[in-house]
């Protein structure tokens, strides 16, 4: 069940906002209330969704406060693995800068799913290559609010996909080349207009 609710509400099937009724979330699943409810306090301490008034539950919005905190999160942590990642050997480092060779442009409908995981996997491998334990598990405090946000902008954003694919594939080249500077550089720029991007999203949201 837990699954399956991050699922729908991280791929945006059930947008921000939406309310969630134990009841009928019981009666879905074929469970009774307690499971759901448990489910929920999960799903509330992700950050995924939150308690309205007396029993109601809804997924959490995506506001501007949590645009700029998530994006200040990743310009901090995810530069820091590049310095290692340099230092592969080569044929990873090859295995690296090809990562999103399979890709075209612009991102066919079709392929979005598997370009926005490929992306998830993308930013993991970064902060994976940090070695740093501490990091990481900040990181996964935001990793499925942060994957959220990835397809509340880029599903139904062509350009944006389209732009998103040149940005990686620049980090990508950069780390491949052994060049550092080059690299911080691209992923820096990659990250602001990823916030920029949802920054307007949530702006006209509420327009």
């Not at 799903?43 to 506001?63: D, H």
């Not at 949590?66 to 480092?93: F, N, Q, T, Y």
């Not at 990481?136 to 954003?157: F, P």
Request: glycine share 4%; aromatic share 6%; with cysteine.
């Amino acid at each position: 069940m837990y699954d399956e609710l991050e699922r729908v509400i991280v791929d945006c099937s059930l947008p921000p906002g939406s309310p969630l009724k134990d009841s009928d979330l019981a009666a879905q699943f074929g469970v009774s209330r307690t499971p759901v409810r448990d489910t929920l306090h999960l799903l509330e301490a992700s950050g995924l969704v939150e308690r309205g008034k007396s029993t109601s539950w809804f997924v959490t919005p995506i506001r501007m406060r949590d645009v700029e905190e998530i994006s200040e999160m990743r310009a901090l942590l995810e530069p820091a693995g590049l310095p290692r990642i340099i230092d592969w050997d080569d044929e990873r480092l090859q295995q690296l800068g090809s990562l999103f060779d399979e890709f075209r442009i612009p991102v066919s409908a079709s392929d979005t799913q598997k370009y926005l995981a490929r992306d998830d996997d993308f930013h993991g491998i970064l902060i994976g290559a940090t070695g740093n334990s501490r990091i990481q598990s900040t990181y996964r405090v935001i990793d499925r609010q942060l994957a959220r946000c990835k397809r509340y902008v880029s599903v139904g954003d062509d350009r944006r996909r389209a732009a998103s694919l040149e940005e990686h594939r620049a980090v990508c080249s950069a780390l491949a080349a052994r060049d550092l500077d080059a690299a911080r550089v691209a992923l820096l720029d990659h990250l602001e207009r990823a916030h920029e991007a949802l920054a307007a999203a949530v702006k006209a949201s509420l327009a």
